[in-house]
Nanobody, 126 residues
């Protein structure tokens, strides 16, 4: 069983930075594509970023490209999301997720991710 635990959310002013982390346990972390998604109040969950098991390639939503960076440390079983130049519209609950299918590479559809963390709140004030 795969367990994912996010941390690092909080309240930040617009233009500020936060780093989210996701710790994985239960199976061989290095074999998975990992993704970050977010869900704002009243909106559907949306793709933010994904990273292949090797760290390359990565993929980003257009709305965060150039501001967010996803990276992983397979030795520590963690995936992180560095978020810079935050905007109020980045406010959401952020989830990390694991795609266990080794044939899929950095897919964006949430339905392809089998395991999810509990989420961490990110609030950006204007």
């Amino acid at each position: 069983q795969v367990q994912l635990v996010e941390s690092g959310g909080g309240l930040v002013q617009a233009g500020g930075s936060l780093r989210l982390s996701c710790a994985q346990s239960g199976r061989t972390f290095s074999r998975y594509t990992m993704g970050w998604f977010r869900q704002a109040t009243g909106k559907e969950r949306e793709f933010v970023a994904a990273i292949s098991w090797s760290g390359d390639p990565t993929k980003y939503a257009d709305s965060v490209k150039g501001r967010f960076t996803i990276y992983r440390d397979n030795a520590k079983n963690t995936v992180s999301l560095q978020m810079n130049s935050l905007k109020p519209e980045d406010t959401a609950v952020y989830y990390c997720a694991a795609d266990l299918d080794p044939l899929r590479i950095v897919v964006v559809a949430s339905s392809n991710y089998e395991h999810w963390g509990q989420g961490t709140q990110v609030t950006v004030s204007s």
